[in-house]
């Protein structure tokens, strides 16, 4: 091959390099804007922003506009009026057993937790004779730390 052949080539490789590289930067640029299209819209869903826009993703109401406004505040509070049914939650009876129960100060199993029976501190409840028989129960089996042993000592 004589020189204007290696130019050639030369100029062809450089030509494709140059493409490759512009492609590539095409790809990560498209990533990038996908991203944060996508981070846009989750953090305007997440402040709700996004209520009273008729569901237009690419528009929004400020923050500094919809903080104070009385009347975005009444279309929230008529949005979550709409869309909370209040008959669902009145009408669990464990639930209601459950404030009757607390009403009168019966604790049940938590009676030890709340009467002040149960020591705070960990170490005092993970060695109470009754966690480890719990443990043993349940087919734990525990080692003494002060075995020289199992210490290293």
Excluded at 41 to 53: C, K, Q
Excluded at 57 to 63: D, I, N, S
Excluded at 88 to 114: K, S
Excluded at 127 to 148: A, H, Y
């Amino acid at each position: 091959m004589n020189y204007v052949q290696w130019v050639w080539e030369f100029e062809s490789l450089k030509r494709r390099e140059l493409q490759d590289h512009k492609n590539k930067m095409e790809l990560v640029e498209s990533v990038f804007m996908a991203a944060s299209k996508t981070f846009r819209e989750t953090l305007i869903s997440l402040l709700g922003l996004n209520i009273g826009t008729g569901g237009k993703p690419e528009t929004f109401v400020p923050l500094v506009y919809s903080s104070g406004r009385a009347e975005t505040v009444s279309e929230l509070m008529k949005l979550d009026e709409a869309g909370l049914s209040t008959d669902i939650a009145v009408q669990n009876e464990q639930f209601d057993t459950l404030n009757d129960r607390l009403r009168g100060m019966d604790f049940g199993d938590l009676e030890p937790v709340f009467s002040g029976a149960l020591s705070p501190d960990p170490h005092e409840r993970w060695n109470s004779p009754e966690n480890q028989q719990m443990l043993r129960d349940l087919g734990i089996e525990l080692f003494d730390s002060k075995d020289p042993l199992i210490s290293g000592d």
